[in-house]
Structure formats: structure tokens, C-alpha cells
């Protein structure tokens, strides 16, 4: 019986596994196809590596997001974590019910959300652009910063407060010294989630932007529709290598502060 049940794991296993990341292999092989067709291989080439870089729009839209997602996630950090420091020093019996109201943008399903925005903005007469996308994006991503920040702060020894306080600290020093190195993980964690949210968002992209205005996800999207070209695969290589690379310069971080405190100890 237990036989039986390694093998039925393990080829669970193995079928996630090929449906996960061998249809990304095949991205980033067929990055490296002279021909445009990404159905037929003839033979090894970076021009598609090439027309990318000569790509305006693509470069364009890429800032774009760049500059979306690093202002809609700064926004939402700092919001979120005055939200969740103000939940935790403020006890209310309504606690509950604002802490539902302001997850509750996680839970509304995408194309709702983008409706509602572009029925708000086009009330108040707003143009559609950059400043809607960071104020819808903005909205979508301060659930993810109060939940990390909130559950962090629940965590913490309330007593470490109290002896700075009881040590003379005011709220400025308590906040700067105390808090927030203990809550700083959390922040990082969120904004990162927040970040990638941002970053990767379609759906209320396509509501809110203007004609001038492309992110990259929506500029993809858009070229999608004619057919997957080598130049997308090219494309989506590069972010898969800048990711990994991120993922282990973070291992490798993370691993030599282990070894390091290892050491001390």
C-alpha cells in the first residue's frame, strides 16, 4: 500500500511538473529559432533578441510599467502600513469591519474592479493615462501591504514597546527604532508581492489606461492576438532570467546570513 502511494505521488509529481515548466523551456528554446514560424526550428539565432532591443513601443511600454508598478507599490506601502499601525494602536469594535472593507479589493474579481474604476474615473471627468493606472493599481495593491503588515504586527512583543516607552522613547523614536525595524520584513514582502501585481496586471490595465498610454502586459496582450512571435519569446526569456537571477542572488543573501549567524552562535 505504501508502495502504491509513492508511486501515485510521484507521478503526480512528474505531470505537474511537465505541464509546469516545459512549456517554458519551450519559450525559451524557441527565443533562440531563426524562423518566425515558432512551430518549425531553423536553427540557432539571437536576431529575435535583436529586433526586440529595436522594439520603440515594447521599450516604451516597459517603462511604463516600470514606472506603474514602482509608484502604485510605493503608494500602497505607505498607506497600508499607516492603515495596519493605525488598527493595531487604535482598537475599535469596528476593527473587524474595516479590516474585511479594505481586503475586500483581493477578493472582487478583476473585470468588476476595472469596471468600477472606469465608471469613477469618467464621473469625475478624470483623463485616462498614467494617473488613473496608478490610482486604480494603487487601490488593488494596499490589501496585500496591510495584511503582511497586519499580521506582523500581531506577532509582535507589545513588551519591547512598552520598555521603550518606559525608557523615555516618544512616538517618532518608538516608530523609527522599534517598529518598524521589526515590522520591516513584512513591509519588503508586500511591496515585492505588491510590485508584481502591479507589474503582471492585464485585466484593469485595459479599463483604465488612455491611447497614449501602453504597459507592457497590455502591449503583449495586444500582439498576442496576431499570433505568438519569437520576439515575445525573447521577451519573456529575459524577464524569466532577470527573475531567476533575482531568486538566487536572494538565496544566496539569505544563505550567507545563516552561515554567518551559524558562526556566531
Same mark, same amino acid.
Given at each position: 500500500m505504501k508502495k502504491?502511494? +509513492?508511486?501515485?505521488s510521484g507521478i503526480y509529481l512528474a505531470v505537474i511538473l511537465f505541464l509546469t515548466y516545459v512549456p517554458i523551456l519551450l519559450t525559451v528554446v524557441y527565443s533562440f529559432n531563426a524562423s518566425k514560424l515558432t512551430s518549425v526550428w531553423e536553427g540557432f539565432s539571437l536576431k529575435w533578441y535583436q529586433e526586440l532591443l529595436r522594439d520603440r513601443d515594447l521599450r516604451e511600454?516597459?517603462?511604463?510599467?516600470?514606472?506603474?508598478?514602482?509608484?502604485?507599490?510605493?503608494?500602497?506601502?505607505? +498607506?497600508?502600513?499607516m492603515g495596519a499601525l493605525g488598527m493595531k494602536k487604535v482598537p475599535l469594535k469596528t476593527n473587524g469591519l474595516i479590516e474585511s472593507i479594505s481586503t475586500m479589493p483581493m477578493m472582487i474579481p478583476e473585470i468588476i474592479l476595472g469596471m468600477v474604476f472606469l465608471a469613477a474615473f469618467s464621473l469625475v471627468g478624470l483623463p485616462f493615462g498614467m494617473t488613473t493606472l496608478i490610482i486604480s493599481h494603487t487601490v488593488f495593491c494596499i490589501p496585500y501591504i496591510f495584511m503582511m503588515v497586519r499580521a506582523r504586527l500581531e506577532g509582535m512583543d507589545q513588551s519591547i514597546e512598552d520598555a521603550a516607552r518606559d525608557l523615555g522613547a516618544g512616538p517618532f523614536r518608538l516608530f523609527w527604532d522599534i517598529t518598524l525595524p521589526m515590522i520591516l520584513p513584512a513591509v519588503l514582502s508586500g511591496m515585492l508581492l505588491a510590485f508584481a501585481m502591479s507589474f503582471d496586471d492585464v485585466i484593469i490595465s485595459l479599463f483604465v489606461t488612455g491611447?497614449?498610454?501602453n504597459t507592457?502586459?497590455?502591449k503583449i496582450y495586444t500582439k498576442l492576438k496576431t499570433g505568438v512571435t519569437p520576439e515575445i519569446n525573447a521577451l519573456a526569456t529575459i524577464m524569466l532570467a532577470v527573475i531567476v537571477s533575482a531568486l538566487l542572488l536572494s538565496n544566496f543573501i539569505s544563505t550567507r546570513k545563516t552561515r554567518r549567524k551559524v558562526r556566531d552562535i
Amino acid at each position: 500500500m505504501k508502495k502504491k502511494r +509513492i508511486k501515485l505521488s510521484g507521478i503526480y509529481l512528474a505531470v505537474i511538473l511537465f505541464l509546469t515548466y516545459v512549456p517554458i523551456l519551450l519559450t525559451v528554446v524557441y527565443s533562440f529559432n531563426a524562423s518566425k514560424l515558432t512551430s518549425v526550428w531553423e536553427g540557432f539565432s539571437l536576431k529575435w533578441y535583436q529586433e526586440l532591443l529595436r522594439d520603440r513601443d515594447l521599450r516604451e511600454a516597459l517603462i511604463n510599467s516600470l514606472i506603474l508598478a514602482v509608484s502604485s507599490c510605493s503608494a500602497a506601502t505607505v +498607506i497600508g502600513t499607516m492603515g495596519a499601525l493605525g488598527m493595531k494602536k487604535v482598537p475599535l469594535k469596528t476593527n473587524g469591519l474595516i479590516e474585511s472593507i479594505s481586503t475586500m479589493p483581493m477578493m472582487i474579481p478583476e473585470i468588476i474592479l476595472g469596471m468600477v474604476f472606469l465608471a469613477a474615473f469618467s464621473l469625475v471627468g478624470l483623463p485616462f493615462g498614467m494617473t488613473t493606472l496608478i490610482i486604480s493599481h494603487t487601490v488593488f495593491c494596499i490589501p496585500y501591504i496591510f495584511m503582511m503588515v497586519r499580521a506582523r504586527l500581531e506577532g509582535m512583543d507589545q513588551s519591547i514597546e512598552d520598555a521603550a516607552r518606559d525608557l523615555g522613547a516618544g512616538p517618532f523614536r518608538l516608530f523609527w527604532d522599534i517598529t518598524l525595524p521589526m515590522i520591516l520584513p513584512a513591509v519588503l514582502s508586500g511591496m515585492l508581492l505588491a510590485f508584481a501585481m502591479s507589474f503582471d496586471d492585464v485585466i484593469i490595465s485595459l479599463f483604465v489606461t488612455g491611447p497614449r498610454t501602453n504597459t507592457l502586459p497590455v502591449k503583449i496582450y495586444t500582439k498576442l492576438k496576431t499570433g505568438v512571435t519569437p520576439e515575445i519569446n525573447a521577451l519573456a526569456t529575459i524577464m524569466l532570467a532577470v527573475i531567476v537571477s533575482a531568486l538566487l542572488l536572494s538565496n544566496f543573501i539569505s544563505t550567507r546570513k545563516t552561515r554567518r549567524k551559524v558562526r556566531d552562535i
